[in-house]
């Protein structure tokens, strides 16, 4: 069982949750959240801030922890480890001074967020009355050690996730780790990305070969579109992993776009359910090639990802010439930057990649291989659905839809289940918008 922030952002949440998992404690629930909402980010923008203000601001995001572990009637004990590594953040980001934090140092910052939040989690399930043991997941959670988006090991997981967790899923003790942590391998803390809870939950799903993984966040599921861009969105009850894999890399924050490859492997349903109505249905996610239409159009969910940025490479040498793809995506795989969207020409390729890249970087070694432009300020737009490439007219329909929008590159590809566009970042909540009225309210 999977909380996110805000389903543990204060002590009517946490109180929530305790309902929650009691309802569970017949199955042996294991628990990972995430930091309160809004820590993360918090203690990310700590290195920011003038270096005289640090301080400050780390014993606010503490006084949060302690006033919460207050409401909740919690033994003064819980915060006293919370206490010391407040104390000790302060001073790591005092000695920082003006420097330019580096990943290992991010990592080890915002870390604090899940450690901090896990523990009054323990121990409000322990005052609710069901026995629980806070156990660190960067024993478990072992990583490549790729500071701010490590890769999980897997080899040995599923022993670790053993020794870490059965003793106490054999005894009645619900274990509550932390979702995102990990550690590399020489032992520091790293984190697996922005969102990586879900993620967390389901690596150790597959090693515990667990019945399900449930992902308790603030809406009731996987949605036909961000129920905040289109609030006539309708829950999708059923989903591929397949789709909700694609959904999710394509902007769809409800599940981290890791989570599915786990699942997939040990054959392990996900169930996507909102803290805030516990006796909702909620998304089942499973392995189906058919999750059937959710009206008469064979689209299923719009999603849209912004902060994109398109690269232009453009070079003659293609023409006629092969092995040309291969070094351009040996850059790419040099600087560890992911591709999301790709079209090519005779003479050119399109790219679009995330902005948060060290894109200068990247453009350097770019330009050894062709003419290179950067598009800034994108958008992509995924049309998800059933079947999508083998039917007619679906092109036709999404793009006069949005006929008053510029298309800047679209892929089409190996995938039936969805059609990407690019768009300018101003226009993409226009464009789901418009997307979700022609194919799934309109269609009603
Ligand atoms: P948590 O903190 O529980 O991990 P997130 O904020 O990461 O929650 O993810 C939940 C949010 O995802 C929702 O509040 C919603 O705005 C957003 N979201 C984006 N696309 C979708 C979608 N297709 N279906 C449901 N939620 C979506
Ligand atoms: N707390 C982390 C984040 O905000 C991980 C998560 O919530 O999944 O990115
Ligand atoms: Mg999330």
Redesign the pocket.
């Known amino acids: 069982m999977k909380f996110?922030?805000t389903s543990v952002a204060d002590a009517p949440a946490i109180r929530r949750l305790v309902e929650i998992v009691r309802t569970r404690k017949a199955e042996r629930p294991l628990v990972v959240v995430?930091a309160l909402a809004r820590v993360s980010n918090a203690l990310l923008g700590l290195p920011l801030l003038a270096a005289q203000e640090r301080k400050a601001a780390v014993e606010t995001l503490l006084e949060r922890h302690q006033a919460l572990a207050l409401e909740l009637e919690l033994p003064a004990k819980v915060t006293e480890p919370t206490v010391l590594e407040a104390d000790r953040l302060a001073s790591t980001l005092e000695v920082l001074g003006d420097t330019v934090p580096e990943g290992d140092l991010l990592d080890f910052v915002v870390g604090h967020g899940e450690l901090w939040s896990s523990r009054l989690v323990a121990a409000a399930l322990e005052k609710g009355g069901v026995r629980s043991a806070w156990v660190d997941v960067r024993s478990v959670i072992r990583t490549d050690g790729y500071f701010t988006s490590a890769a999980p090991e897997r080899e040995g997981l599923p022993a670790r996730a053993h020794d870490a967790f059965l003793h106490h899923l054999g005894t009645g003790v619900v274990p509550v780790s932390q979702g995102f942590l990990g550690s590399g391998p020489d032992g520091r803390p790293t984190t697996l990305g922005?969102?990586g809870?879900?993620y967390t939950a389901a690596l150790l799903g597959a090693a515990l070969e667990v019945d399900r993984v449930e992902?308790w966040?603030d809406v009731d599921g996987i949605m036909t579109a961000d129920p905040r861009v289109v609030p006539q969105a309708r829950l999708l009850t059923v989903a591929s992993h397949h789709e909700a894999a694609e959904l999710a890399a394509f902007g769809a924050?409800?599940?981290?776009p890791a989570t599915q490859a786990p699942l997939v492997e040990a054959g392990i349903p996900c169930v996507v359910l909102n803290s805030f109505a516990p006796h909702r249905t909620g998304t089942r996610v499973i392995s189906t090639a058919d999750p059937g239409q959710v009206g008469p159009s064979p689209v299923r969910a719009i999603s849209c990802k912004r902060g994109i940025t398109i690269v232009n490479v453009t070079s003659p040498r293609m023409l006629g010439a092969s092995g040309f793809l291969r070094r351009l995506f040996e850059v790419f795989e040099r600087h560890r930057i992911s591709v999301d969207v790709l079209a090519t020409s005779e003479v050119s390729v399109s790219m679009t990649v995330e902005n948060s890249f060290p894109l200068e970087k990247l453009r350097e070694d770019l330009e050894a291989l062709g003419e290179v432009a950067f598009a800034p300020e994108r958008a992509i737009v995924a049309v998800v659905g059933l079947a999508l490439r083998d039917t007619p007219g679906i092109a036709a329909r999404i793009f006069s839809a949005i006929r008053s929008i510029n298309v800047e590159v679209v892929s089409q590809g190996a995938s039936s289940t969805n059609l990407t566009f690019v768009v300018r970042e101003e226009e993409a909540f226009n464009a789901v918008r418009a997307l979700h009225r022609e194919f799934i309210e309109e269609s009603a």
């Open positions: 996110g922030g995430s922005r969102g809870s879900d992902i966040t924050k409800v599940l981290h």
